[in-house]
C-alpha cells in the first residue's frame, strides 16, 4: 500500500467494521464504545493489545462486534505489508502471528498502529453517525 492509501485503506477498514452493526441505538453505542475503548488501547498500548483487547472484554451480541474489529484490523495490517497473520479461530496462533509479524519490525509495528488508529477513529465517528440516525 502507498503513503496514499493508507487514508482509503483506513476509511474502508472502518466501513468494514461497522457494517453489520445493528440499526438500533443500543447496538450503534455498543459498536461506539468497543470501538472508543480498542482506539484507546491502540494509542496507550499498541497493535498487540488492541488484538487481546476487544475479544478479551465483550459479552453477549458485541462478541460478533469484536470479531469483526479484530478480524478488520488483521487485514488492514496485511494491506500494508504484513504477511503470516494468522485468521484462525486459535487466539493463540492470531497472538503469536502478531508478535512475529508486526511486533518484531519497529518500522512495520509504528505503521500499523497509526492506520489502526485512523481506522478506528472512522469506525467511532461511522457508530456515532449511525446513532444518531435512528430513533430507538
Known sequence: ???LDLDLGAAKTAQAIIKDVEFTKKAAKAAEDLITKTLAVVQENGPYAAIVFPCANTNGGEKDLASSVRANLLDLAEQLGTTGLAKSDDFRKILDSVIKNV????DMLLL??????QALIYARHSAKSLKARVEV
Open 103 to 106: 511486533c518484531s519490525d519497529l
Open 1 to 3: 500500500m502507498t503513503p
Open 112 to 117: 500499523v498502529k497509526q492506520a489502526w488508529e
